[in-house]
């Protein structure tokens, strides 16, 4: 399969992740003869720096022409701090995402068995716990009108949601919990929200046509708790923008880490895979930042156009990665010296010789080649 992959690496960590899970396509492609073509974009803070814009026409062009588009991570605290910065890096992303339609973002939350013991979490708790989240991307209060005050003392943010918006990506998560456990639980605040009122009216008519599917029901308050206390309950969770955002971020505490989280975005014609978490730029450049997120995004990537074997060899490569604690800091114990780089060198090496890594472990956690 031909595939032309747009790769926009942004800003702190992102482009040291991004690169692994470009590796990792890489030797997808070589071995399973498929071409994959990378063109690389400009966003978010680094686009800021080089061209005024967080995201430049060149990009959006780069974009508009991929089959799917590969997104590393967007920010710099440096604007964080400054609320009166008037061009943002995530503006990039959330242009991005609302120019291309990318209304669906789906976020997998799997607990894996041989990190249980990572999460904070109690073991029995979170064991067995596969959560698929749907997250509207391109409504709510994240694109309503925004306005401030002349006097500077009143500000509003208007969360704003249509019926279509609402029932494209339920019939996804509908469709999606009929290949699962037959559960969807939309989350919203249904009890003060008048938006969040229409998704339940709107939820419970798409319901009609999915009859072997349960919905079920809880408020965004609830929810954050239940989804710590008792995250098996949950098959798919469908909920607005921002509440998809903060539920899915508590829920990389059920998983490990943070730096475990993908993601895909999807839309009718366009397509990005995009891990879930942040720039943290602090962690930039020094080789700690976990690219599972990124190589996982990369598996999702590999799923949308129907290359299942492709998809499964790169999970287990990250499985094989886990077992042997070739990670990073944030979740490794047992060895110091685990980089960036060399989690990423390991899962290529996997796809290149699945059979023989156990061999080459040993060179890798030496830091010598893994070339045999
Ligand atoms: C995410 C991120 C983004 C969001 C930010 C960077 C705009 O937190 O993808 O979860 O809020 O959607
Ligand atoms: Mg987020």
């Known amino acids: 399969m031909k595939l032309n992959i747009a790769v926009l690496p942004g800003d702190g960590i992102g482009p040291e992740v991004t690169a692994q899970a470009v590796k990792v396509l890489k030797a997808i492609a070589m071995e399973f003869n498929h071409v994959f073509t990378f063109n690389y974009g400009l966003v978010g803070d680094s686009a800021i720096k080089k061209t005024g814009n967080p995201l430049p026409q060149e990009t959006i062009d780069i974009c508009e022409k991929a089959d799917a588009i590969l ?35 789906i976020r997998p939350v799997i607990a894996y068995e041989d990190l249980l013991t990572k999460s904070s979490l109690k073991k029995s708790q979170i064991k067995g716990t596969n959560i698929l989240i749907y997250r509207e991307l391109t409504g709510g209060i994240y ?6 005050s002349e006097d500077g003392n009143t500000a509003s943010d208007v969360c704003e949601y249509h019926r279509y918006e609402i029932e494209r990506i339920a019939h996804l998560a509908f469709k999606a919990a009929q290949s699962r456990k037959h ?14 009122r229409l998704w339940r009216r709107v939820v419970q008519e798409v319901a009609k046509q999915y009859p072997d599917v349960t919905l079920d029901y809880q408020f965004i308050d609830n929810a954050a708790m239940e989804l710590i206390i ?35 975005s999807l839309g009718e014609n366009h397509q ?6 942040g720039a943290y730029t602090k962690a930039a450049n020094k080789g700690i930042a976990n690219p599972i997120a990124s190589i996982l995004s990369a598996a999702m990537l590999l799923d949308h156009f ?37 989690v990423g060198d390991f899962i290529e090496d996997f796809i290149n010789n699945p059979d023989e890594t156990n061999l080459n472990f040993t060179n890798i956690h030496l830091g010598q080649s893994t070339i045999i």
């Open 230 to 264: 008792k995250p098996k309950q949950f098959d798919v969770i469908l909920t607005e923008n921002m509440f998809g955002d903060i539920l899915s971020e508590e829920a990389s505490v059920i998983v490990g880490s943070i730096g475990l989280l993908a993601s895909a």
């Open 143 to 148: 694109f309503g009108k925004q306005a401030l």
């Open 306 to 342: 129907g290359l299942d074997d492709e998809a499964d060899l790169v999970r287990e490569g990250v499985d094989k990665s886990l077992k042997l604690h070739i990670t990073t800091p944030d979740l490794n114990t047992k060895y110091d010296n685990i980089s960036t780089t060399k």
């Open 272 to 277: 990005m895979f995009e891990p879930i978490h």
């Open 71 to 105: 997104f590393g991570a967007i920010g710099n605290t440096a604007y964080d701090i400054d609320p009166n910065a008037q061009i943002r890096p995530e503006q990039g992303l959330l242009r991005l995402r609302k120019l291309l339609g990318l209304y669906a973002n």
């Open 183 to 196: 559960k969807v639980t939309l989350v919203d605040k249904a009890n003060v929200l008048e938006s969040s």
